[in-house]
């Protein structure tokens, strides 16, 4: 929506002053928590079945380690984008059921909500991350660096394009997509792989740097723009 268009439309809806606002406020029971442990309580309400694609990742890195050691870095980097995944559906979860309107008149804001929950996954892929990236390194002839973009770029790519995504598309249509997304991204990488070995050669690297520092400032731009959205029909007592 044009800014224009938003000044107008809150000009002609403008509420009334309220009245006797602070005394209303003070009757309010409010229960004190920190952001810790508001950071903590969000480790509930976040699906099992994203732990358990946490799980099976580990689970594959192992095996495939143990097993099949040249081929690691290629089935991971292929993986990775389901890991992005859980990141994208744990932000759109509120449009994909509906509830985002409710949610927003809730004690806690919905934009704390998801970035509490974007913090505990974040942190939970960069324990990931922090696994994975040595454990390719060490069976393919790449240093930590090449691995490390082998497979953050995949998974950036997946948030950007997801990101894009969600905030266009609301119901369980977003969901659908961000699978999609996550399925199209992993056989791409598996396609360049098999088509355009070349690419990940050492002399391409300087494409592959490129490339990660432009899907970041993209993330961030779009994590912006979801957060910004979030707070359009945003109601609270503030």
């Not at 309010?28 to 920190?34: D, E, F, G, L, V």
Request: charged share 15%; proline share 4%; hydrophobic share 55%.
């Amino acid at each position: 929506m044009k800014p224009s268009l938003k000044r107008e439309l809150r000009k002609a809806f403008e509420a009334p002053a309220p009245t006797r606002k602070e005394e209303f406020l003070k009757k309010i029971p409010q229960t004190k928590i920190s952001n810790l442990s508001f950071v903590m309580a969000q480790f509930e309400y976040i699906p099992k079945y994203v732990w358990g694609i946490f799980s099976f990742t580990f689970g594959i890195a192992i095996v495939c380690g143990c097993f099949m050691e040249k081929d690691v870095l290629w089935i991971i980097s292929a993986l990775i984008p389901f890991i992005a995944l859980s990141i994208l559906t744990e932000n759109a979860r509120s449009n994909i059921y509906l509830m985002a309107e409710l949610e927003m008149a809730a004690r806690f804001s919905l934009k704390s909500v998801i970035l509490a929950r974007m913090e505990i996954l974040g942190v939970s892929h960069l324990l990931l991350l922090i696994f994975l990236i040595p454990l390719c390194a060490m069976y393919n002839i790449g240093t930590v660096f090449q691995v490390g973009l082998y497979i953050l770029v995949p998974y950036m790519l997946t948030v950007f394009i997801g990101l894009c995504a969600t905030r266009r598309i609301h119901g369980m249509e977003s969901m659908y997509v961000c699978m999609g997304i996550a399925v199209g991204v992993s056989a791409l990488n598996i396609f360049v792989r098999r088509i355009f070995p070349i690419i990940y050669e050492m002399e391409f690297m300087s494409i592959w740097i490129i490339g990660f520092v432009l899907l970041i400032v993209l993330v961030v731009k779009e994590m912006k723009k979801s957060i910004e959205q979030t707070e359009e029909l945003a109601w609270n007592l503030s």
